[in-house]
């Protein structure tokens, strides 16, 4: 079965420290998004990709980057973590213009 | 500013009860909204409704669009314990590519 899978699942960093959170998808999705999620605010947009060598800004993107070099992958990059970056990461893809379907999250912490 | 707006944010009702959950949004190039409950994990797709005033139903759950008034309801009727989540309402909006925007979801506790 094609799936969505993220890794780590969970990550306890220290601030100021380069952290990559991994996604990889076998649904052979052009588009795929990177979410955070943090109480009162739901889920919030940081990057997306509309096929390789695609990548785009969300809402939230400062303090992130990602890169996108196969219809795989879409690794998501702090450069340099801060506290408020502490949160729970969703990785996505869909067809254009259908359903997300999502990882299992990331929950990463920074201290 | 493009904005997805749900309410109420929390609500406990009793096993049984028929509940209403409301979602509002103002965003440019529409395209769809979307529904979405989120139990201890990831999301997962309940209804995608682009046409307003028709209906979308799966079991006790139920959904409709009203673009003229921008929001959208979703009903469960007699609801369980294992309906307790956050319901997320989405819109997918662009033209060409296109991209979601969450509201701040609905946490619905449902008491045995």
């Known amino acids: 079965d094609a799936e969505i899978t993220q890794s780590p699942r969970h990550k306890i960093t220290e601030t100021g420290r380069q952290v990559t959170l991994a996604c990889h998808q076998t649904?052979?999705?052009?588009?795929m998004f990177w979410y955070r999620q943090d109480l009162g605010h739901g889920l919030r947009l940081i990057h997306y990709?509309?096929?390789?060598?695609?990548?785009n800004k969300g809402e939230v993107s400062d303090g992130y980057s990602v890169s996108r070099s196969n219809t795989e992958d879409l690794p998501l990059t702090l450069e340099s973590a801060a506290s408020s970056q502490t949160s729970v990461y969703f990785c996505?893809?869909?067809?254009?213009?259908?359903?997300?379907?999502f990882g299992e999250g990331s929950r990463l912490t920074v201290l | 500013e493009d904005k997805v707006v749900q309410s109420p944010l929390s609500l406990v009702v009793h096993e049984g009860d028929t509940v209403t959950l409301n979602c509002s949004y103002e965003?440019?190039?529409?395209?769809?909204l979307l529904w979405y409950k989120q139990e201890k994990k990831a999301p997962t797709f309940l209804f995608m409704l682009?046409?307003?005033?028709i209906e979308k139903k799966s079991g006790r759950l139920s959904s409709i669009l009203d673009k003229k008034e921008l929001s959208s309801i979703l009903n469960i009727t007699a609801t369980q314990t294992g309906d307790s989540a956050i319901y997320l309402c989405a819109v997918e909006k662009g033209t060409g590519g296109f991209k979601t925007i969450f509201g701040a979801g609905t946490r619905l506790f449902v008491k045995a």
């Open positions: 990709s509309y096929g390789v060598q695609d990548t």
């Open positions: 682009t046409s307003s005033g």
């Open positions: 649904w052979n999705h052009n588009n």
């Open positions: 996505a893809s869909s067809e254009p213009a259908g359903e997300l379907f």
């Open positions: 965003v440019t190039n529409f395209r769809s």
